[in-house]
Structure formats: C-alpha cells, structure tokens
C-alpha cells in the first residue's frame, strides 16, 4: 500500500522516531562529507500554489544530496492553473515521477492527489497542517534537549497550520502543549478535541509559558490571509514573544520559530537574534529531516 504523509498521525510514533534519528544520523554523515546516494535516479515533482524559500530549497537539495531530482511545477506554467482536475494531475504525474509533494491552500486538495496517486504524496504545508516542519522542529529539539516526551510546550499566538501541526505532535512525541490565543483564532476543534489530554487553551500568554521546556509562535497572519493584516494585528497585540515572556519559561527553554518571520510583530529581534538562538538549526534541519521521510517513503 502506498504511504504518505499528508499529516503526521500518518505514521505512528515509532516511525516519526526512527525518522528523526535517522534525519540526524543524516546530517552526520553530511557533516562528515559522506556521499549516501539511497535515492538513485528517483524524481520528485513539487507542485508549488503558495510562495516557499525553505520547503522548496530543502527538498530540492535533499532529492539532488540523496542521488535523484527534484522538478519544480507551478499552477502557473501547468495545465492545474487552467483547470485540468487534481484527480488528473494526479493519476498522470504519479506515471512518471516517484513521489509528489504539494503546497496548497484547501487541506482537501492534497486528500484529493493522494487518492489518486499511485506514488506517495507529501504534504508541504495546506491551510490545515504543516507536519514537515514539525520534523525539523522535533528534531531540533532532540538534538538540543533530548527527549520531548513529557516536556510541556507553550505556542503563542495564531490557531494556525503550524499550531494544528504541533497538537497532533503533541500526541505523536507525547508532550504537553499550552496554547495561547486570543478568542477567535483558536485552533479548529476537529484537531484540537482528540487531543485534550496534552493539549490545553490558556489565553494569557504569560501563564502559557510559565516553565515550559519551548516557546513556539509564528506569523499573525498565514499565506492566504495577507488582507487580514490589519485586523489581525490588533487582534494579536499582547501576543508577542518578548524577552520578558521568555523569561517565564524554564532557563533552558527553546524558542522557535517555522520562519519567515516578522520581528516586532509575534517576536521580538532580542528572542529571535539571541546568540543561542535555534531557528537557523530549526530551518537547517527541514533538509536533513525530509531526507530521512523521502527515504521512508521512496524506497
Ligand atoms: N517554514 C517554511 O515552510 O518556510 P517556507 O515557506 O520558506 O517554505
Ligand atoms: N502559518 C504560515 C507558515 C509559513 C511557513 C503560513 O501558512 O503562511
């Protein structure tokens, strides 16, 4: 049966585990000038309908690092931008390539392509979830703290696909997650409602990171929402991650951030431009962590 990774209950804890240890023994042997060609001569085709730096670089580079290509499409220069249904894409591009990686708007597109493909598909953000940045992130963390499991996560800011992304992490690693946002933005229940065990609503941002191992937060307003500036902005004022609700958290506690991000809106430079700062690794490893998934999921 064909895999694939439209969200991250997709695969079971065990496999997300073993993915991340496998993503850092990865970066390793990428450190140590290894050459690990596991994917020879396998292709990738990258449907892209929203903008991407990380998501398109790393895949593109991990595809070319691991022996295979990697093809850039967008809905512009393709027959999905003049209509030709998603099923079709589909069922053609899976004839030819060896697995598909979409970003999209609707979650229910990529449900769609993964219907209709034979090859395996993998999510590179919808408006619902973001599961290939939570492997970076989980990863990031393992490196740097160790185990997650039990550790409690405060995310600051917007019910977005990065917070969906981290309640279903929260049941995949077993950590608690504390989520902060004002009413109106709350993550959609049909996520948030399985996971009640680990995952609470506390609107302060102050008392959500009170002692927590991570501070987590990211942009106001998601790809999509950009008219939306405005009013989300007032909205969210008191949501920033500053120094001082960093201070809250336990003196070991990381911040990151999925980037692109906006200082002085949901954080403040001082958090982000810390020395110890752990987005750059956080971003590094999309590259290490897709690679282990592709080699999960192509081989
Ligand atoms: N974090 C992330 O997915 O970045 P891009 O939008 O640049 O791909
Ligand atoms: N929530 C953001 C994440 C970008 C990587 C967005 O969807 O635009």
């Not at 580079?61 to 967008?74: C, D, I, K, N, W």
């Not at 899976?94 to 229910?108: K, L, P, Q, W, Y």
């Not at 690794?281 to 998934?293: I, M, P, S, T, V």
Request: charged residues 25%; aromatic residues 6%; glycine residues 6%.
């Amino acid at each position: 049966m064909t895999r694939h990774f439209l969200t991250l209950l997709d695969l079971t804890s065990d496999e997300l585990r073993s993915l991340i240890r496998r993503a850092h023994e990865l970066k390793r042997g990428r450190q140590r000038g290894e050459i690990n060609e596991s994917l020879r001569h396998k292709v990738l085709g990258m449907i892209f309908e929203k903008s991407s730096t990380r998501t398109r670089v790393s895949f593109e580079a991990g595809m070319t690092q691991l022996g295979g290509a990697a093809m850039f499409l967008s809905p512009n220069d393709t027959q999905l931008g003049r209509g030709e249904p998603v099923e079709d894409t589909a069922r053609v591009l899976s004839r030819m390539v060896d697995g598909i990686m979409i970003r999209t708007f609707a979650h229910e597109t990529v449900e769609t392509f993964a219907e209709y493909s034979t090859v395996p598909v993998i999510n590179g953000l919808t408006d619902l979830v973001h599961p290939c940045q939570l492997l970076a992130d989980m990863q990031t963390y393992f490196e740097h703290r160790g185990d997650i499991q039990g550790r409690t996560v405060a995310w600051i800011g917007d019910g977005n696909n990065m917070c969906h992304s981290y309640i279903n992490a929260a049941r995949r690693f077993d950590f608690r997650l504390r989520i902060a946002c004002p009413e109106g933005y709350d993550p959609d229940p049909a996520i948030l409602d399985p996971a009640t065990d680990r995952c609470e609503i506390v609107r302060d941002p102050m008392a959500a990171a009170e002692g927590v191992d991570l501070v987590v937060t990211d942009v106001w307003a998601s790809m999509g929402q950009e008219e939306e500036q405005k009013q989300r902005e007032a909205a969210f004022a008191g949501y920033q991650v500053t120094p001082e609700l960093m201070a809250r958290a336990d003196e070991k506690a990381l911040f990151m951030h999925c980037l692109p991000a906006h200082r002085g809106e949901e954080v403040a430079a001082e958090v982000i431009d810390a020395p110890d700062s752990v987005v750059w690794d956080e971003a590094e490893n999309r590259l290490h962590a897709q690679k282990a998934l592709l080699e999960f999921l192509l081989r």
